[in-house]
């Protein structure tokens, strides 16, 4: 499988990015997606996560209210909404598949994903 990411650049406080994580080599049916940021000299971390089985998604409080996760298991890519940008949202975000994924929800713990994009570098600037 492999898994892309598209869609970050440069934005200022307040606005807006959306992400998109496109796997090729699996469908989409039975999977869950999580989403994870890196800034510099910090731990990884989740985003959210989606899981294809029951369109749950789950928002860490850090970002719930801003952001939103949503599936197109037709076009094999989940989308990472961000809104109200905030300089703090800076970091490399990276989405991850898990598959076979037949759970109802999905996990926020990076080690539960096998396989990783390239990550997609975002910077909230004015």
């Known amino acids: 499988a492999q898994v892309v990411e598209s869609g970050g650049g440069l934005v200022e406080p307040g606005g807006s990015l959306r992400l998109s994580c496109a796997v090729s080599?699996?469908?989409?049916?039975?999977?869950?997606i999580g989403w994870f940021l890196q800034a510099p000299v910090q731990l990884r971390e989740g985003v959210g996560c989606i899981s294809g089985r029951a369109s749950f998604a789950h928002l860490p409080d850090s970002v719930k209210g801003r952001f939103t996760i949503s599936g197109d298991n037709a076009e094999n890519t989940v989308y990472l909404q961000m809104d109200s940008l905030k300089p703090e949202d800076t970091a490399v975000y990276s989405c991850a598949l898990r598959y076979p994924w037949y759970g109802y929800d999905c996990s926020d713990e990076a080690s539960e994903y096998s396989y990783w994009g390239q990550g997609t570098q975002v910077t909230v600037s004015s």
């Open positions: 080599g699996f469908t989409l049916d039975y999977y869950a």
